[in-house]
């Protein structure tokens, strides 16, 4: 469990699409999302800072919200169908893994986090961090779930 470790993250401002729906649905609309998204990115033309996407998530025992943005400099105007909004700035646990192991690395994130104690924060978004590479079969991926108190 050498590649977790916490971190804090100052606020992003993105903007992107969603997905709401029952957990039996993913990974497959969260893949569709992200592809949907990566194809209308360019309508977000010179504001986007990177070329990283993000998937800020939240959820419940039954469904999900599943988002898929680009970080951007606040915007004026914002292409029809794409919300923005900003995540504050919080203190994560944060894994290393690959898009094709994402299971394993929440399983180890979430074994680390116990063995230290650290709670999620439950009102906070988790986000996945993607590294998009049309090169790679097997992407960089960073899981970062929030966690409270962790400066107390």
């Given amino acids: 469990m050498d590649n977790c470790m916490l971190a804090s ?14 957990y039996s649905t993913f990974p497959d609309e969260a893949i569709r999302l992200q592809g949907d998204f ?14 990283v996407l993000f998937s800020p998530y ?5 469904f999900a919200t599943y988002w898929a943005c680009s970080e951007v400099h606040h915007l004026e105007e914002i292409p029809e169908g794409m919300v923005q909004f900003t995540i504050p700035e919080h203190d ?9 192991r994402i299971g394993e690395g929440y399983e180890q ?20 961090v993607f590294y998009i590479d049309d090169h790679l079969d097997e992407e960089p991926v960073e899981l970062w779930i929030p966690v409270k108190n962790v400066r107390e």
């Fill in 9 to 22: 993250k100052p606020a992003l401002n993105l903007a992107g699409i969603s997905y709401s729906g029952p």
């Fill in 38 to 51: 990566l194809s209308r990115k360019h309508e977000l033309n010179d504001s986007v800072k990177s070329p």
């Fill in 58 to 62: 939240f959820g419940n025992e039954v």
């Fill in 92 to 100: 994560y646990a944060v894994v290393a893994t690959t898009n094709k």
């Fill in 109 to 128: 994130l979430f074994a680390w986090m116990n063995e230290r104690k650290l709670e999620k924060s439950e009102n906070a978004l988790a986000i996945e």
